[in-house]
């Protein structure tokens, strides 16, 4: 079986699978729970808070409870914490479980794209130190991994400021995506069609992380399964990346165009149409416990993939890379290998 057969069919049962999933979120919805209600008491003005009220489910009267949960949090608050961060091109926030973010937000517009005040040549690889340490992604944890440090933020993306640039080589912005026929390939050929939306929008806005989607086995039955890289483990392997995209027309108040893909995290042939990957805002949402355009009103949503045609631009990215602007070194780890798109 060629490479492209095999590419193929991955590309297809994953998005079957990522339908399937979308299809399972969208089945469950959770009913909502009826509280009793609690009767209003007259409680005396004192310099010491009363001891809480809880409801019994079965009695009508308020009984003192002689248990305080909360008072965990004068030892520390559990979370989940999402350590919400921003720098001069991305904004994001990070999932300590997995050491990968849970999201990346970028803003392109047709000026920021034709500065070129970054140079790839002069970023580094690094770890973002403002994640505690236990919980951070590091570069050893890619070493001989078999995979590549992907942007979520593509630096060329970022090229009208060297500190812009640089702060998309944060370690917080990277997930492991397969290389060859990947994040070197059709990932690459997404991104680039994400920049050539700023030919027809005058503001474009992205919004890109990783899934852990479920799959059926031979028993029938789902579940989610996903590699961990690192030695001793460290790093989530994601099954599918998601690019929430939100296209603007410029206007105050005008529409806004949005699209949503979700590509398995395989090898995936060029000639793979990209509306094979296209599926609604609310199956992303459903999958990865977010939500992206809830203060949106539905009369300013447009479809994007009916107001320009949605459709990769095949380029040898690795090739024109390697040949214009050389590698990418690394301060602590020069022997890793070389960034890629």
């Given at each position: 079986m060629s490479k492209t057969t095999i590419a193929i069919i991955a590309s297809v049962s994953a998005l079957t699978g990522a339908a399937a999933t979308a299809a399972l979120f969208s089945s469950r919805e959770r009913k909502g729970l009826t509280t009793p209600s609690t009767p209003t008491n007259s409680v005396p003005t004192s310099t010491t808070p009363p001891p809480p009220l809880s409801q019994s489910p079965f009695s009508s009267r308020p009984i003192s409870a002689p248990v305080d949960p909360s008072g965990l949090f004068q030892y520390g608050f559990p979370g989940p914490i999402s350590d919400l961060n921003s720098t001069p091109s991305t904004t994001s926030a990070f999932d300590r479980r997995t050491r990968n973010p849970l999201w990346v937000a970028e803003h392109i517009t047709p000026i920021s794209l034709s500065m070129s005040g970054g140079d790839r040549r002069h970023s580094y690889f690094v770890e973002d130190t403002s994640i505690p340490s236990k919980f951070r992604a590091r570069l050893q944890d890619y070493q001989r991994s078999g995979y590549d440090r992907g942007h979520q933020v593509p630096a060329a993306d970022a090229k009208w400021g060297q500190e812009a640039m640089d702060s998309t080589f944060l370690l917080s912005n990277m997930c492991p995506q397969v290389g060859d026929g990947f994040n070197r390939d059709y990932w690459a050929h997404l991104e680039d069609f994400c920049r050539r939306l700023t030919h027809d929008f005058p503001s474009v806005r992205i919004v890109t992380g990783p899934l852990y989607l479920p799959r059926r086995d031979s028993?029938?039955?789902?579940?989610?399964?996903?590699?961990?890289?690192?030695?001793?483990?460290?790093?989530?392997?994601?099954?599918?990346?998601?690019?929430?995209?939100?296209?603007?027309?410029?206007?105050?108040?005008?529409?806004?165009?949005?699209?949503?893909?979700?590509?398995?995290?395989?090898p995936i042939a060029n000639t793979k149409p990209l509306t094979d990957f296209l599926v609604p805002v609310e199956a992303v949402e459903k999958a990865s416990g977010l939500e992206f355009a809830s203060k949106l009103p539905e009369q300013r949503r447009m479809k994007l993939c009916e107001q320009i045609k949605c459709s990769i631009l095949v380029r040898e990215y690795a090739d024109r890379q390697r040949n214009l602007q050389g590698k990418v070194p690394e301060r602590s780890a020069p022997s890793l290998p070389a960034a890629q798109p």
């Open positions: 028993d029938g039955k789902f579940r989610v399964s996903y590699e961990v890289i690192g030695n001793p483990p460290n790093v989530a392997v994601p099954t599918h990346f998601y690019k929430v995209i939100f296209a603007e027309d410029g206007k105050t108040g005008g529409n806004v165009s949005l699209a949503a893909f979700v590509l398995p995290n395989k």
